[in-house]
């Protein structure tokens, strides 16, 4: 498969009118900042947009994003599979921000930690519990042994289980004013 396209922050800023932007987190990342006029198509439901990002990519360029890069590379593959050419924003909004480029905070939005953050946390919690926890019940160290190998399997997928589970997580989930992913989709189809 050839690699999407990418773009740095600079690059994208330039250009940034030419792209209808499409944010790939969870809402809940979303909505603690993202690339100005981007719109919010979480990974996991991104097959059920592909018809609307095909009539958006008819009328011009798709740029996709994430907090890393990493997901959004991933959407650009998706993307691809469907014959939908997009290109990724290489280092994500972190990269956007560093780069000195503002993000779009809508008011009354509480920061959320980057899905990246959220499961290292959730991982290094749950195999230090399995550890405490196999002092006294030494099957519980299966825990332990049952995350190291789900990261394993993350790393060699290039999917995560544990992102998929805590972008369902009510912290993560769109804040009741943000549009709805049919809202998006409407917008797309355009």
């Known amino acids: 498969m050839i690699s999407p396209a990418s773009l740095s922050p600079f690059e994208a800023a330039a250009r940034l009118e030419e ?9 809940g990342e979303y909505a603690s900042g993202h ?6 198509i979480p990974l996991d439901r991104l097959p059920e947009a ?7 990519s008819a009328r011009g360029s798709l740029l996709m994003v994430c907090a890393s890069g990493v997901r959004s590379t991933r959407a650009c ?8 050419d997009a290109a990724t924003l290489a280092g994500g909004t ?11 905070r809508p008011a009354g939005a509480r920061a959320t930690w980057p899905m990246e953050r959220q ?10 519990a ?12 299966w825990l332990s042994a049952g995350i190291g190998a789900g990261l394993v399997y993350s790393a060699v997928t290039d999917s995560c ?19 709805g992913l049919d809202a998006t989709l409407d917008t797309l189809q355009g």
């Open 130 to 141: 399995g550890l405490v926890a196999g002092r006294r019940l030494p099957a519980a160290r």
């Open 50 to 56: 592909v018809p609307a990002l095909k009539s958006a």
């Open 119 to 128: 499961v290292r946390f959730a991982a290094g919690s749950l195999v230090v």
């Open 35 to 40: 690339v100005p006029g981007a719109l919010n």
């Open 77 to 84: 593959e998706i993307l691809a599979d469907a014959d939908i």
């Open 161 to 179: 289980g544990m992102a998929a589970a805590l972008a369902r997580l009510p912290h993560n989930r769109a804040p009741h004013q943000a549009a």
């Open 19 to 27: 792209f209808t932007v499409i944010d790939v987190r969870a809402p």
């Open 94 to 104: 972190s990269a956007w921000e560093g780069d000195g480029h503002g993000l779009e």
